[in-house]
């Protein structure tokens, strides 16, 4: 059984390659390869045309052995919401990072009750920081 995973994964670094200009489509190992095709028996492709497809869904091989494309199926409204929810999270900590190192924040927070003025400057900018990053996702 081919595992698609790692077959998208192995194509698109291979078209991810800037020097190569053209793939030839393996049907043996369901995928693009940059080796040469001196025999003059695997279908060639253009970078574009890799990258179109990579874009499109996930690569198989055809009934006729060609390159076909299988569409990526839709997310449940659950999955877009998980995802939707980890780009927010990511945000939100790319954000706080412009400003707190890591090291930073977690002596800020350590001495929450020493220090509370460097606390409370803290944590009014992770609150900007949160309504930020949910406007910028909307």
């Given at each position: 059984?081919?595992?698609?995973?790692?077959?998208?994964?192995?194509?698109?670094?291979?078209?991810?390659?800037?020097?190569?200009?053209t793939l030839y489509w393996d049907?043996?190992?369901?995928?693009?390869?940059?080796?040469?095709?001196?025999?003059?028996?695997?279908?060639?492709?253009?970078?574009?045309?890799?990258?179109?497809?990579?874009?499109?869904?996930?690569?198989?091989?055809?009934?006729?052995?060609?390159?076909?494309?299988?569409?990526?199926?839709?997310?449940?409204?659950?999955?877009?919401?998980?995802?939707?929810?980890?780009?927010?999270?990511?945000?939100?900590?790319?954000l706080i990072r412009e400003k707190?190192?890591?090291?930073?924040?977690?002596?800020?927070?350590?001495?929450?009750?020493?220090?509370?003025?460097?606390?409370?400057?803290?944590?009014?900018?992770?609150?900007?920081?949160?309504?930020?990053?949910?406007?910028?996702?909307?």
């Amino acid at each position: 059984m081919i595992d698609l995973k790692k077959l998208l994964s192995k194509a698109q670094i291979v078209a991810n390659k800037k020097k190569i200009t053209t793939l030839y489509w393996d049907k043996n190992i369901c995928g693009f390869v940059e080796r040469q095709n001196k025999e003059g028996t695997l279908p060639q492709y253009s970078q574009e045309q890799v990258n179109e497809m990579l874009a499109s869904g996930i690569v198989t091989v055809g009934e006729d052995g060609l390159p076909k494309v299988v569409p990526m199926p839709e997310l449940t409204d659950e999955e877009k919401e998980a995802q939707r929810q980890a780009q927010y999270e990511q945000r939100v900590s790319q954000l706080i990072r412009e400003k707190y190192s890591a090291d930073k924040e977690f002596a800020i927070l350590r001495q929450q009750l020493t220090k509370i003025e460097e606390y409370q400057e803290y944590y009014a900018y992770c609150e900007e920081c949160k309504t930020k990053a949910k406007t910028e996702l909307q």
